[in-house]
């Protein structure tokens, strides 16, 4: 019973994906009569403050905010300063899913002027977060899908031709690659956000620190289980983080419960089928039609009504990076179909790969919906 309460203390709650800021006062590009007492920021969903959550620098430079005030989907931090000019406000939050967010906007106090920091206003945005930390957010993602898949994958098509000493390597290879994708995870999370202490410690603190902690047990879990030679108790621990996977991933916010376990069929299908194709490629075996048939259709099945609620299959999917790293996507997977239909089992691997690729670039951008 003790276990079971410091599990569900730990498994963070699902919500909305990739705040955004909705509202602002001062709103950005404003020029006001006088220095405001407060900056408030309004976001579309409730939102936790990464390290000082909000800095606003004078004219002259110096870091004017105070502590921030956190109410929902409401931070506020007061104003301490005289100067008149231009003023650059820096924030950073992340969701309840684990995404991160930030940005940056200028706001003038009777005249515009120089600010030593007003290149960050104008700084690259990639989603909600910079180039390096969504780059770094899909390599991470590759990393852990493409673990997850020659864990568990593996395991999975050993366990059904009864061959499981086959393929000793190719686990361990997955099993090192879901530990190494957790500290790539972390540093596209700081580098989404800000390289600075406090701002480890509150993402290390988030649900993204919790999911972090979770997902690396978990592989280390697998990896003794591997040990035992005994399939059920290795695919019970990948359930385990299709589930994580699932919790940290793009909410549906008219269904968040449902969403969460379709993004976890998702991943577990994916993992099963490229791990499947991995180790048929190594140990052929007749049984792989059926198995094949089976986990790219719960993949296939699940991903179309994922993207159906993330875009509505409408205008969305031509007009937003999300939408145009899923079609890449599915371009991506039909024709790894098409390799299989030809009997290219090795070109069906590689572009298994190339899908696993997409769907991190996927999951790292938020959706339009």
């Keep these: 019973m003790a276990a079971v309460a410091v599990a569900a203390a730990l498994i963070p709650q699902a919500a909305l994906a990739h705040a955004r800021l909705l509202q602002s006062d001062p709103a950005p590009n404003a020029t006001v009569a006088s220095v405001p007492a407060h900056v408030t920021l309004i976001f579309t969903e409730p939102v936790a403050p990464a390290g000082a959550g909000i800095k606003v620098y004078s004219p002259s430079g110096g870091q004017v905010a105070g502590d921030v005030l956190s109410r929902g989907a409401v931070l506020s931090a007061a104003i301490d300063s005289t100067d ?110 800000s390289f600075d202490g406090d701002t480890a410690i509150a993402v290390l603190g988030s649900n993204f620190g919790r999911i972090l902690g979770l997902r690396l047990g978990a592989a280390l879990l697998a990896w003794t289980l591997v040990a035992s030679e005994r399939s059920w108790p290795v695919l019970a621990a990948g359930g385990a983080i299709a589930v994580l996977d699932g919790v940290g991933a793009h909410a549906i916010s008219a269904l968040p419960v449902v969403g969460q376990v379709l993004v976890a069929i998702h991943v577990g299908a994916i993992g099963l089928w490229v791990g499947g194709i991995a180790a048929f490629v190594a140990s052929p075996s007749p049984r792989f039609g059926r198995y094949a048939l089976v986990t790219f259709g719960a993949a296939a099945v699940s991903g179309l009504l994922l993207a159906f609620a993330h875009t509505g299959l409408g205008e969305a999917l031509l007009t937003t990076d999300y939408g145009r790293a899923l079609l890449l996507k599915v371009f991506i997977v039909s024709a790894a179909v098409v390799a299989a239909l030809v009997g290219r089992r090795r070109l069906e691997l590689g572009l298994a790969i190339a899908a696993i690729a997409g769907a991190g670039l996927v999951a790292s951008l938020p959706p339009p919906a």
């Design 84 to 193: 008149a000019g231009t003023y650059v406000v820096l924030w950073q939050v992340y969701a309840a899913d684990t995404h991160p967010s930030r940005g940056a906007f200028e706001f003038a106090v009777v005249h515009p002027s120089s600010n030593p920091f007003a290149s960050l206003a104008d700084a690259p945005q990639a989603g909600t977060a910079t180039p390096l930390g969504l780059g770094l957010q899909a390599i991470a993602r590759l990393v852990h899908f493409a673990g997850f898949a020659l864990v568990f994958g593996v395991v999975a098509y050993g366990a059904l031709i009864r061959r499981a000493e086959t393929f000793g390597r190719l686990v361990g290879v997955g099993v090192v690659l879901l530990v190494v994708a957790e500290p790539v995870a972390l540093l596209g999370q700081l580098a989404s956000l």
